[in-house]
């Protein structure tokens, strides 16, 4: 180990960067964060660091004079023989000295920090590959949440309480395990303090836990996983059970916990694997028998999802639950298209509706989806495209709007059929598209040509020198 990771109290103490640029700048930063008082030494500052008022500005070339009573100091000039002389000074004054991308006049390291205060967690490759630092970082940001910083701060309230009253650590370890892992950090992840801290006190003195489980209304996004949030990846990695339906890509599926059980509860075209008011009833029995229970929906669960009417049925029989969002294939597919939903050219309104076939029709509002410069984003619409087209132009779009229809959006399998809704029709049959599809009608179809060039479908067919 070539350093010692420590971390310095440095509220209130004196400390001093030497350099007015860019990086002293973002060191300045940092050591106001941490409380220190700042000192900056330079001729002159850049507008950001002179901007600073907590600071004090010594208008200067750097002297030895300038490190009296200081903790520590940081050299963030471009000038080698002032730098190399501030790590001289201030190594003869037993003073931390850092010296910006020259580890060899360092007696400290500036890592790269993930801060979730009062949770720190520290990046350091002792200077040999700062840039690779500062990877690990990003990597671990969607892994410890922000709210892990809550959670810290919420233990730290009950530490000695719990100490005083649970007198053997193992005890006490198993008992701080079972907070920081179970209900109790979810409703500190969720924003519920009060919750939470009436559950842990229940705990601390003896009372019967709650035996039932929670239930997690997750979205899924529409198929890359890559549009996962950092909230849904934690709770699919948590759950007990999952149920999921065909919206679900696989590669998403397959970032759940391994060891979850899975249950299918899909629908598709006149063949409900599961009735939804069952599936209701399976989230009550599940969560009831002590279960985490992620309800995996394609997409977002509110809209068209039928999130609410499981939420009803969750709230009546007193099952905690948490909504995750999820980005709706109105946007996703239609920015994988290259087609935006909105433009000032074309569309100052969006309207989403489902198109599924209710006894042989399509009950909408055609008067209101008929409007001109709107976008129209039609979900579940395939089997009724035709029937959906010719009532558009019933009551009055022209039949040269442009339109078209995405099969499995976002997904490596995506495919995209554009027309007009005279032609859409016959050209989606002759391509033979099979579900999930969303359908664009609107003026901004026309923008794809132009702007498809952009999308991960048109970058993956010029890798292949298509």
């Not at 080698?80 to 004054?93: F, G, L, P, V």
């Not at 490759?125 to 910083?149: C, F, Q």
């Not at 039932?212 to 899924?220: R, S, T």
Request: net charge neutral; with cysteine; aromatic share 6%.
């Amino acid at each position: 180990m070539d350093y010692l990771p420590i971390f310095l109290d440095l509220k209130g103490k004196q400390c001093l960067v030497v350099g007015g640029g860019e990086v002293a700048y973002r060191k300045v930063g940092l050591l106001l964060k941490s409380g220190a008082q700042v000192s900056v030494v330079s001729p002159e500052l850049c507008p950001p660091l002179a901007a600073l008022a907590d600071i004090k500005y010594v208008a200067e070339r750097f002297q030895a004079t300038h490190l009296t009573n200081m903790t520590l100091v940081i050299a963030a000039t471009d000038e080698t023989a002032t730098n190399e002389e501030i790590s001289r000074q201030a190594k003869i004054r037993n003073i931390p000295v850092n010296v910006v991308d020259n580890p060899a006049l360092c007696t400290f390291i500036m890592p790269a920090i993930l801060d979730r205060s009062p949770l720190m967690v520290t990046f350091s490759t002792g200077g040999a590959a700062p840039v690779l630092a500062r990877m690990m970082r990003a990597k671990l940001e969607s892994l410890i949440p922000h709210g892990y910083g809550k959670l810290a701060a919420f233990s730290s309230k009950f530490r000695q309480a719990i100490k005083t009253q649970i007198s053997n650590p193992d005890k006490r370890r198993i008992f701080w395990e079972d907070v920081l892992e179970g209900p109790i950090a979810e409703k500190i992840f969720a924003g519920d303090e009060k919750s939470a801290e009436a559950m842990l006190l229940n705990m601390l003195h003896g009372g019967e836990q709650n035996a039932v489980g929670e239930v997690y209304l997750v979205g899924a996004g529409p198929g890359d996983p890559d549009l996962l949030t950092f909230r849904a990846l934690r709770l699919m990695q948590k759950a007990d059970v999952i149920l999921y339906d065909n919206l679900v890509s696989k590669p998403v599926l397959e970032m759940t916990r391994r060891d979850a059980e899975r249950i299918f509860v899909g629908k598709s075209r006149g063949e409900h694997t599961m009735p939804q008011e069952s599936i209701n009833d399976l989230l009550v029995r599940l969560a009831k028998a002590g279960k985490r229970v992620l309800r995996l929906k394609g997409g977002d669960p509110f809209i068209f999802g039928r999130g609410g009417e499981e939420i009803e049925t969750l709230a009546q029989h007193k099952i905690s639950f948490q909504v995750v969002p999820g980005i709706t294939a109105a946007s996703g597919v239609a920015a994988y298209a290259g087609i935006p939903l909105t433009h000032r050219d074309h569309a100052q309104s969006c309207v989403f509706v489902t198109g599924h076939l209710q006894d042989g029709g399509i009950d909408l509002d055609w008067e209101m989806l008929a409007r001109p410069r709107q976008t129209i984003v039609v979900y579940m619409g395939l089997t009724g495209l035709e029937m959906l087209c010719a009532k558009l132009v019933q009551h009055g779009l022209p039949a040269s709007t442009p339109a078209a229809i995405v099969q499995q959006g976002t997904t490596q399998n995506q495919r995209v059929v554009c027309g007009t809704l005279a032609t859409l029709p016959e050209k989606t049959a002759a391509e033979k598209l099979h579900a999930p599809t969303l359908i664009i009608v609107g003026g901004v179809v026309s923008l794809r040509e132009k702007l498809s060039w952009f999308t991960p479908e048109r970058a993956s067919s010029k890798l292949n020198g298509q």
